[in-house]
């Protein structure tokens, strides 16, 4: 059973007196411990569908299913709480706060879920080892490798165990060893913790590590 469904999404933005089709009944279903890469060039919808899904985002019609839940388009007060529940982001620009420690940034995600310390501190410490960076929990992220800050927000992103992991170019800023290394760790987290994980990339080393690669061009899955 999908953990994350679309189905025949549309979204168009008003920009001034146009209407800006971006989506045009796009659907795509996510499978428990299945890794899945969204390609397509700039301008073709994926980073949009990534929102949608993504539930910070609403589709103009079409529906989006989260772990069996149905995403009201006219209550988009309840995004924050399927975000919260279901679904880790990890960035291309890592987005870590730079005045805290690797640890501290783990921990205050874990803070938003509402775990608290010594509970979020110790579960913070078991995630950032389980990524490969338990010597380096206390250093600030100015003292880390863009490898290292990535696997930062990879522990962020597991923090209150999503069901659904969604990245967005997350190879972008590393160079092809650390971004190849950064990839097996997304498929190994994925795999032993069955967690649906989309990647939108343009990096042909996704394919990889992934079960399946759907194309999006001009707003539409590509046959």
Do not use: W
């Amino acid at each position: 059973m999908p953990v994350l469904e679309a189905s025949d999404v549309t979204k168009v933005f008003d920009e001034g007196k146009q209407r800006v089709s971006v989506l045009r009944g796009v659907s795509l279903a996510l499978e428990p411990g299945e890794v899945v890469a969204l390609e397509g060039p700039s301008g073709s919808g994926k980073t949009t569908f990534l929102s949608i899904l993504g539930c910070i985002l609403t589709p103009t019609s079409g529906r989006v299913v989260v772990e069996g839940q149905v995403v009201d388009p006219k209550k988009p007060g309840k995004l924050p709480d399927i975000r919260k529940r279901s679904i880790g982001f990890v960035f291309q620009q890592f987005n870590l706060f730079p005045a805290l420690t690797a640890l501290e940034n783990v921990e205050y995600a874990l803070n938003i879920k509402g775990v608290k310390s010594p509970l979020a501190t110790q579960k913070a410490a078991e995630i950032l080892e389980r990524v490969g960076l338990a010597e380096r929990m206390r250093f600030l992220p100015r003292d880390l490798s863009g490898g290292q800050k990535q696997r930062v927000a990879i522990a962020r992103a597991l923090a209150a165990e999503p069901a659904i992991l969604l990245a967005d170019e997350p190879t972008a800023n590393l160079d092809t060893q650390v971004g190849a290394q950064i990839l097996e760790l997304f498929r190994t987290l994925a795999r032993a913790d069955g967690r649906a994980l989309l990647i939108v990339t343009h990096d042909p080393k996704v394919r990889a590590v992934s079960d399946r690669v759907v194309q999006i061009r001009d707003g539409k899955i590509a046959a």
